[in-house]
């Protein structure tokens, strides 16, 4: 079961969103009457793995409490082509002041939601896993994450302050693959220590230096199945570098432990949806 989003992040996301948004006001909106009521259903044009339900209502329910949503899907489950994905009545004024923020957390964190199934997919059956990376639309790290996990991967760190990855301006600046390890068991010895390496002898300064992880970092196919019978248990491995659909299955079945894509977060193409309306009681 996927954890849920923080409460506490989610709301300051929207109070942000807004804020750039509606700023002092809706012009527009305004123009309507006080008490026209309006309903409203949103619709995914295409298929794909729904998330940001949490964002979604937020947004109504900040602008108008009185606005009321019904939902016929959960976050983490499959869309299709033209299935209604929610329903949504009250103050017409406040339906059409939260359509846009509301779609754009809607479509954006179910495009990566999409987007992280997809890779998921692609190595079923194996032993491999795959995971994020800090590459994230800048204020939006914790609800894409959020949204990796609705498509069925996996997150890495959330940031520079819950795990270690040194990795190679670390490595030049520290000295050594062997001086930056130690002195990451010294200054934090509960935490995990990843590092990242470019080719199979610095794979085995890693491995000498007592790395938990190493990351593989475009590494060949077959230097990728070398590094897996080297370290033949004693560290972790991660594959990353230009990771791509195509070549998945193939790294997966190196016997590397996880894969990183950046572009799962990086690259992301909004899921197509709408929201039409129509008069109350219409």
Known sequence: MVSGPDATLVEADIRRALQED?????LTAGLVPAGQRMVADVISRESGVLCGRAWFDGVFKAIDPAIEISWL??????????QTLCSLQGPARGLLTGERTALNFLQTLSGTASSAHRYATAIEGTSARILDTRKTLPGLRHAQKYAVRCGGASN???GLFDAILIKENHI????????????????H??????????NLEELDQALAAGADVIMLDNFSLADM????????GRAKLEASGNVELGVLREIAETGV???SVGALTKHVRALDLSMRFSDAGA
């Open 225 to 232: 199945r070398q590094a897996v019978k080297r370290t033949s």
């Open 22 to 26: 509606v700023g002092s006001g809706d």
């Open 189 to 198: 010895p509960a935490v995990s220590v990843e590092v990242e390496t470019e």
């Open 257 to 259: 432990d996880f894969i």
């Open 172 to 187: 030049h600046a520290a000295g050594s693959i062997a001086a930056a390890v130690e002195a990451a068991r010294r200054q």
């Open 73 to 82: 899907v959960r976050d983490g489950e499959r869309l299709k082509a033209g």
């Open 156 to 158: 890495h760190r959330q």
